[in-house]
């Protein structure tokens, strides 16, 4: 894609964050945090991206009309609904924007409808349930090394995911740290819902919507994506910067995750934050560790497998 392609996608990303006008002030300022840090490794001002889509409201005819091939155009639309289905299935507002945008990017109503659909599973998910692609894990695991053990391995796996161009493989990493902080607070005592979990996330300052916007950016800019379903476009070494965020950040959350539970949900909502963000410094150190390995998966991950473990 060229600049103005790129541009027309992160265009797109960002209004279908903001489609159904519920983001609270933190998930407005994980967004911009995240516009800001795209920005820094691209020619692209997405920082003044940002702003358009949040004051100006582009039409969205005007911003898709960049996108000409059909892989393109798919793939934006593939993105947006990710991102309207990041927090829970789509609301009235954002089913409204994917209508429009399927028009305008003329994605047929099948194909459509199909990928809608699956990410409406995934965004619903069960919290129960485990993922075995890649090592064994224990469902509710009944010690600290069991533990230790679980979030290593989900954290390596959502690495693995990150290097993958599939938006199906990105839209994989939010529900397994869901199901790894379910899996937590259970080993601890705790029976935990989907809005606890969400909840935790947000305070850490992990937004599930801004995540996506990130995770899609990445690739987007770091040259990784090409056509619909491919393979390692663009080489690993060109996604190891989004692998290692999806790394640090799910390591980062489940061992934040496990001292609140441990310690009888009594840390604040600023202790969980700066715990969250130490612990964040150390995951980025830990990561190179396990470079190879993430790499491995990510070449013999079967991703439909994957899929339906989440779901079920």
Do not use: W
């Amino acid at each position: 894609m060229d600049a103005s392609q790129q541009q027309a996608v992160l265009t797109i990303c960002l209004m279908a964050a903001f489609a159904d006008g519920g983001n609270d002030e933190r998930e407005r300022a994980e967004l911009k945090r995240v516009a800001d840090a795209l920005g820094t490794d691209a020619t692209l001002d997405v920082a003044a991206i940002y702003h358009e889509v949040l004051l100006a409201r582009p039409p969205l005819a005007t911003v898709a009309a960049a996108l000409t091939a059909p892989e393109q155009q798919q793939f934006a639309y593939e993105m947006a609904v990710a991102i309207c289905d990041a927090d829970g299935v789509s609301s009235p507002q954002e089913q409204g924007f994917l209508a429009e945008l399927a028009q305008v990017l003329r994605i047929p109503a099948a194909p459509a409808r199909e990928f809608v659909r699956t990410a409406d599973a995934l965004a619903g998910a069960p919290l129960t349930g485990t993922s075995t692609v890649g090592a064994v894990v224990a469902a509710v695991p009944d010690n600290a090394a069991e533990l230790d053990k679980m979030i290593l391995h989900y954290a390596i796996l959502n690495g693995a995911l990150e290097l993958l161009p599939q938006s199906l493989a990105t839209m994989a990493i939010i529900p397994l740290q869901m199901k790894m902080v379910y899996a937590i607070g259970k080993a601890h005592g705790f029976e935990l819902d989907r809005g606890h979990v969400k909840d935790l996330l947000a305070t850490m300052g992990v937004g599930i919507t801004s995540q996506y916007v990130e995770q899609f950016g990445r690739k987007l800019l770091g040259g990784l994506l090409g056509g619909i379903g491919g393979g390692l476009l663009g080489g690993l070494g060109r996604a190891s910067t989004g692998a290692a965020f999806s790394f640090a950040t799910t390591y980062a959350l489940g061992q934040v995750a496990k001292r609140y539970y441990a310690g009888g949900r009594r840390i604040d909502a600023a202790g969980l934050q700066q715990a969250f963000a130490e612990m964040l410094g150390e995951a980025k150190q830990l990561q190179g560790r396990y470079t190879g390995q993430m790499a491995e998966q990510a070449r013999t991950l079967d991703v439909g497998r994957l899929l339906s473990e989440i779901r079920q």
